[in-house]
């Protein structure tokens, strides 16, 4: 059963929402979730030289400290990955940067698939702190 108060701040869950955000949203750690992992295959942004698009896939591991990431907040904040112009690996700092912010988790690990370009697929991974 949800906690009372679990989605006080919450403007996101529930809400029509149809654009990018550039915040994620958090709710009440439950007692005893020790980790969490958020896979999202289908992530787009644009090469910052060619204006190509790139096309990633993003896993998102976490210990909570007393917050959890909301997942639709998730969903609208990679969409705003879309119009960037960023490589993959700093897309996997700036993930890793607003999931340290937004829930002050013991750690996080950000880790971006980039699909093969010109032959070459590209990993790279973030850890915080």
Do not use: N
């Not at 644009?46 to 190509?52: F, H, K, L």
């Not at 969409?79 to 937004?102: G, K, L, N, P, Y």
């Amino acid at each position: 059963m949800a906690e009372q108060g679990a989605t006080d701040g919450l403007t996101i869950l529930g809400a029509t929402v149809r654009h990018p955000v550039e915040h994620l949203e958090t709710f009440p750690a439950p007692d005893g979730c020790t980790k969490v992992r958020f896979t999202c295959e289908e992530v787009t942004s644009m090469c910052p030289v060619t204006e190509q698009p790139d096309l990633s896939t993003v896993v998102i591991t976490y210990e909570p400290g007393a917050r959890c990431i909301e997942s639709k907040s998730l969903k609208l904040y990679l969409w705003s990955f879309r119009d960037a112009a960023v490589f993959a690996e700093q897309m996997a700092v700036d993930i890793a940067t607003e999931v340290t912010r937004a829930a002050a988790p013991t750690w996080v690990e950000v880790h971006v698939t980039q699909r093969a370009r010109g032959g070459i697929e590209t990993e790279t991974f973030a850890r915080l702190p």
